[in-house]
Every structure is written in C-alpha cells, then in structure tokens.
C-alpha cells in the first residue's frame, strides 16, 4: 500500500515521530528493558487491550548484527511474558497515532491471533548435508562405485569432477532422506508446521509451533534424531523463538489512512 | 531468544544439534514476521542478492574434487569397516575426531555462515555499501571479541581464500564441506587437488 512514508524509500528512513514496530502483545506485558534498534529505548504504546513494542526509528534502517540482536532481543523479553506478534525486521509505523488507530482498528485480528499462539514456542530446526560415508554410498551404488573403478584406472581432471559431482549428488540424497525421517519425528509433537527454504546442502529447515510444556521433549527428540542421522544430517536447533512463522497480518485492504 | 542447551554428550557423540545462532534466525528475523500493509517496511538493499549468492556458494568443482580425492583413497573392493571422511583425510592420525563431529561442525555452515561470507565477499567488494558491511563488520567484532561459541564455526567457510584475517590462523577454514578434520590436511590436500586440475 502506497502511504506517504514511501515517498523517501531510498533513504531507508521515514519521517519525525515514525517508529520502529517489534511486535503486538497483550495489554499489561512489561516494557522490555533490553535497548532496542539503534540503541533506543524501548516503550510500549497501549490502546484496545493491545500493546505495540516500539522506539523511535532510527534515521537509518539496517540489518547491522547488533540491530537485528536487538530486536530478537526485545521480542524475546516480550514473549517470556506473553503471546507476542513478532514483526518481521524493519517495519516502521509513521507515527504514533497510526498505530494506535491501526491497533483499534484490527483488534480482533490480533487477539485471534495471539489466541492461536498462546503458551506456544517456535522452534527452528535446520539441516545440513554431511559429506561423510563414501564408502557406504560407493558400496551400495553400483554407478557410484563403477565411476570410482574408471575414474581410478584413468584419474584425469575431468573424471574426477564427475565422480566428485555424483559423489555430491549422493551426499545431498542422503541428506534430504535423513530430513524426510527427521521431519516425520518432529511434526506430531507441534501443534504447526512451517516450511523454510531448502537446496543441496540444507535440505531441512522447518519452524514447529511447539506448546511450552512439549519443548523439552521436542528438544530430546531433535537430539535423538541427530544422534540417528548424524553420519547425514548435521542438525541444528534454535528456540524456543517469538512465533515469527505462525503470525499473519490482517488481510484486509489497507484502509485510506488520514495522512502519512 | 535462543537458547543454549550444554549437551551431556557433546564429546562422546558430537552429532547432537548445535544451539542456534543469530545466523540460523536470520531468515525468520529477514522473512519471517507480521508485515502491516499500512506501516513501512524499510528495504534492506543487499538482503535478498545475499540470500540467492548463499545459495550458489555451496556447489563447486573444488568441493567436487575433493570429494573424489577421498573417494580415491578408498579401498573399493572391500565391503566391511566403513572409514570416516577425517580418517581417509588425517590419514591415521584422526584422533579423537569422528564424522559425527566433522558433521557438527558443519552445521555452522548452514544458512548464517554462507550469509556470513557473503556479506563479506560483498563487504570486500565494496567497503561503503552500508547494508552489507554493516553487518559484516559487526559480525568480525563479534568474531573478535570470543565470546561467541559457536565462532569456529563460522570460520569453517565455503570459501576461505576471501576475507581471511590473520588472527584467524590459529583455526583454519577446514574446507568447503567441513569434512576435513585436521588444519595440517588443509594444507597437504589441497595443492595436490589443485595440481591434479591442471593436468
């Protein structure tokens, strides 16, 4: 949607009074202490049974380390009290009336929403490829073997780029079975899943909405499956996360706001 | 926030999961999250080329090549005993290493390093675009400072002939698949991969 905040895009900035939004909680959570993007205090703007973390935006947004620390930081604060929207990084509301406005306006949006969330975590679990094993994939892969047969009678340049490329190929198979098996494990014990992106070489990246009470056996079941399929998934989990991947905006057109 | 579990198995069997970074958030921080239609999303310039380059990184013909070079190394015709990869790379002086840990050691290359490495191939490229260096300078800071755990990870990087600090020498990039166990293998191995190729 076209606002006034968008006539200056390039600078990265917005105008005097914008603020930088981490995320929607219940009215009653404690301001986070932690210092938000660029150092800012953080504050929260209250209205509807709904409070907005923010701190005034910065002149200029960037995915510094220290920035997006921040707001992993401050969110993270919030959702140890509470269900916590998360805003993705780098939403700028215009000013506080705007949001204030918005907050009334989309109430019921956001409390369905925290509902869906409640006493839930996000746990993020990753995958990658361990190229390890050549002699169990060349052992039972009659290609793979035979390749390694010709390419060790006439080693040239070539030939080993080819049995190198297969080789790969095998790896990134094995991976993504192992992944497949992970996955089955995992996803019983969360309420949701969300997918992430997958190639070669990470072949499992998934968020579970986990009930708080489950992480612990979420997280011995992750061990376990790393222990399992160490020798072709290298696992890694991150959690317990704001639910950055089970939160929608409202879906409704943008209304005509007054102004900028 | 993320958090940390110590695993009572971390010596023994080094395949349990590694705790997250702020690297493995970085795509839920990035793409993840509420965006409001009426409020702004500032965009982050770089973000998205850095997110496709990640992807191009992994696959190589160095890593095809030395793949090969330890499958080379194999004795194909015989069936039992499988040798792990830092085995056939350390020759017999892998002690102490398994798979497993090579494989742990790995997962730090997942999303957050290769960001990570591009963000500082981009940062070589071009020492004032703010959006990418911003955040690789930030990062070296962290790297400097030690207090990051998960620091040698990072420096397991897809493509250590860029960006390579000397403060970093006392834990070499282990390769581009992580496999390689062993810094002195880092240096034995790979100009005879390279020699090889110029045949």
């Known amino acids: 949607m076209a606002t006034a905040s968008f006539a200056a895009p390039s600078r990265g900035s917005a105008g005097a009074g914008a603020l930088y939004v981490y995320g929607i909680a219940p009215a009653g959570v404690r301001a986070p ?228 | 926030m993320t958090v940390v579990t110590p695993s009572p198995y971390a010596d023994e069997l080094a395949c349990v999961p590694r705790a997250g970074t702020l690297y493995d958030v970085l795509d839920l921080i990035l793409d993840r999250g509420m965006v409001i239609d009426v409020f702004v999303r500032v965009s982050l310039v770089g973000i998205e080329i850095i997110k496709i380059d990640a992807r191009i990184v992994v696959a190589s013909v160095d890593t095809y090549l030395r793949f090969a070079e330890a499958c080379n190394r194999l004795d194909l015709e015989r069936t039992s005993r499988s040798k792990t990869v830092p085995e056939l790379f350390g020759g017999g002086g892998a002690v102490g290493r398994t798979v497993a840990k090579a494989g742990a050691r790995k997962a730090g290359r997942s999303l957050g390093d290769k960001v990570r490495d591009v963000l500082g191939t981009e940062g070589h490229r071009d020492d004032r675009d703010a959006e990418d260096t911003g955040y690789a300078e930030d990062a070296e800071d962290h790297a400097r400072d030690g207090l990051d755990e998960e620091e040698h990870a990072y420096e397991e990087s897809p493509r250590p002939q860029r960006r390579r600090r000397p403060e970093e020498g006392r834990r070499r990039p282990a390769g581009t698949s992580g496999e390689r166990s062993r810094d002195r293998d880092d240096d034995r191995d790979r100009p005879r991969a390279r020699r090889r190729s110029e045949d």
């Open chain 1, 33 to 260: 202490r932690a210092g938000g993007v660029d150092g800012a205090a953080v504050r929260l703007l209250t209205s509807s049974g709904l409070s907005a973390a923010v701190s005034a935006a910065p002149a200029r947004v960037r995915a510094r380390r220290r920035d997006l620390l921040a707001h992993q930081t401050v969110l993270g604060e919030l959702a140890r009290q509470a269900p916590v929207l998360p805003m993705r990084f780098a939403v700028l509301a215009g000013d506080e009336g705007t949001l204030v406005a918005y907050l009334r306006e989309q109430r019921l949006h956001f409390e369905a929403q925290l509902h869906r969330i409640r006493g839930c975590v996000e746990m993020n679990v990753k995958g990658v490829t361990v190229p390890g094993c050549f002699e169990d994939l060349v052992h039972r892969d009659a290609k793979l073997r035979e390749l390694a047969r010709r390419t060790r009678r006439r080693p040239d340049y070539d030939a080993n780029v080819r049995l190198g490329e297969a080789l790969a190929r095998a790896v990134t198979r094995e991976g993504r079975r192992a992944a497949q098996e992970v996955r089955s494990r995992l996803v019983p014990l969360a309420r949701r899943t969300a997918q992430g992106e997958v190639d070669d070489t990470v072949v499992l990246s998934a968020s579970f909405l986990v009930p708080a009470d489950a992480e612990h056996r979420f997280r011995r079941t992750v061990e376990e499956q790393a222990r399992r399929h160490g020798a072709r998934i290298a696992l890694s989990l991150t959690g317990p996360l704001p639910c950055y991947s089970f939160v929608d905006a409202p879906t409704t057109a943008a209304p005509a706001l007054t102004g900028g």
